[in-house]
């Protein structure tokens, strides 16, 4: 199988674990989210913004790194989804808070597929720069780079399990915060490994996504700073 069919794999696995999250958080632990997050207008949005994000951010990358062609970015996904969806609540009058629900799914997502961007090498263009660590990885031109799919995808799993055993514990705070946490940390993270990526820079040093990282560190900022109080957000089950 080659690198494209791979990614293409880990892609189908990623989405599969992120479902099977939300059923683990809705089913098992019971927990109860805003019902709105679940209207097809909301998901509408959520999905025309996350793929405008996508391939705009992806592929301007590429153009500022001096190649061609069209490319998809996770990053630029959440930026895209996170305008839209916005967009739509402001619209709509909307002031409850939607994403809760979205925390692990998006943890556990992006740690997935991560590896999937890691097994299709350098075709991907999602690799780090050369390294002389000895885990190095040789994506096929004889040069050891830093593995930094793998890097972001061990930062997202580790989220993950600190957002499991927060729902575990019954955190309250957590939970009710946990997508704002989510990005918060994603971008955090984004923002350290895009200082070892090799793509082309716009303001000084700093790369389109690092840009992007700092807009959703902000954005995360925001929203937890303006939180209201969490509220109970589980059921218990009958015994």
Not at 73 to 97: D, P
Not at 153 to 162: I, K, L, V
Not at 209 to 220: E, N, T
Request: include cysteine.
């Amino acid at each position: 199988m080659d690198g494209a069919a791979l990614h293409a794999t880990f892609d189908v696995v990623a989405w599969l674990a992120a479902g099977a999250a939300g059923w683990w958080l809705s089913r098992v632990q019971r927990l109860s989210f805003p019902q709105q997050s679940t209207a097809w207008p909301y998901v509408a949005a959520l999905l025309f913004g996350a793929g405008v994000g996508a391939y705009l951010f992806g592929t301007l990358n590429l153009w500022l790194s001096g190649l061609a062609g069209v490319a998809r970015s996770v990053e630029g996904a959440l930026a895209g989804g996170i305008v839209a969806v916005e967009l739509y609540k402001w619209r709509h009058g909307i002031t409850l808070r939607t994403g809760a629900r979205f925390a692990l799914p998006l943890a556990l997502g992006i740690a997935v597929g991560r590896i999937g961007c890691y097994v299709a090498g350098l075709d991907d263009f999602t690799y780090g720069t050369p390294t002389t660590l000895p885990w190095g990885h040789d994506f096929g031109d004889g040069i050891p780079r830093h593995p930094v799919q793998l890097y972001e995808s061990a930062a997202m799993a580790a989220f993950a399990a600190a957002y499991v055993a927060a729902v575990l514990r019954r955190n309250e705070a957590i939970i009710a915060n946990g997508f704002y946490l989510a990005l918060g940390f994603y971008g955090a993270q984004r923002f350290l490994w895009e200082l070892l990526k090799p793509y082309g820079p716009i303001v000084g040093p700093l790369t389109l996504f690092h840009l992007l990282s700092l807009g959703i560190v902000a954005y995360s900022a925001a929203m937890l700073a303006t939180a209201p109080p969490a509220k109970v957000m589980h059921e218990r089950a009958v015994a």
